[in-house]
């Protein structure tokens, strides 16, 4: 079953924040993954309220944390699933993987859309050896480089 787990937007985690000032404060932490500190949030009232000022600048990095989380998570799902068959001859070294193709694996596992931390999370590459894979996919027209229509950041397309 591929089942892909589902973002959590910084807007709605925003909403969220605001019913605490109804009193119902730590939900967004919840919506977060971050259920201790919901708790105490929710008991303390949002640490006295301070805590949940501090938060309004603090949901963005949240919000991200939780979604390379996810990803992460995916990725390994998807990656102990998939079947593995490696033969290997005595005295012969294994087979490398070629890059390009867990990069395309990857990119077909998430709607054919990879932002560079994803790619990064699915090859196990640096970020310099990342950059110049994305470029060779480029060159070669596997993929065509665009911005997120909603958050505006950087994403990689491709026709796999």
Same mark, same amino acid.
């Given at each position: 079953m591929n089942q892909q787990k589902q973002?959590? %937007?910084p807007g709605v985690a925003y909403i969220l924040w605001? @019913?605490?000032l109804?009193? @119902?404060c730590g939900i967004h932490r @919840?919506?977060?993954g971050k259920i201790t500190s919901g708790l105490i949030y929710f008991f *303390? $009232?949002?640490f006295f309220g301070f805590g949940q000022f501090v938060d309004l600048f603090l949901i963005p990095g949240m919000t991200r944390e939780r979604n390379l989380r996810l990803l992460y998570e995916s990725t390994v799902e998807?990656?102990?699933?998939?079947? #593995?068959? *490696?033969?290997v001859k005595d005295n012969e070294p294994p087979v490398k993987t070629d890059p390009m193709l867990i990069l395309l #694996? &990857? &990119?077909?596992?998430? %709607? +054919?859309?990879?932002?560079?931390?994803q790619a990064m999370l699915a090859t196990e590459l640096p970020l310099e050896e990342i950059e110049g894979l994305l470029n060779k996919a480029? #060159?070669? +027209? $596997? &993929?065509?480089i665009d911005n997120d229509e909603q958050t505006g950041a950087v994403r990689y397309y491709f026709d796999v």
């Open positions: 973002e959590v %937007d605001a @019913f605490g109804m009193g @119902f @919840f919506y977060s *303390t $009232l949002g998807a990656r102990n699933n998939s079947p #593995k068959v *490696t033969l #694996k &990857a &990119a077909a596992a998430h %709607d +054919n859309v990879l932002s560079i931390g480029l #060159k070669q +027209n $596997l &993929a065509h």
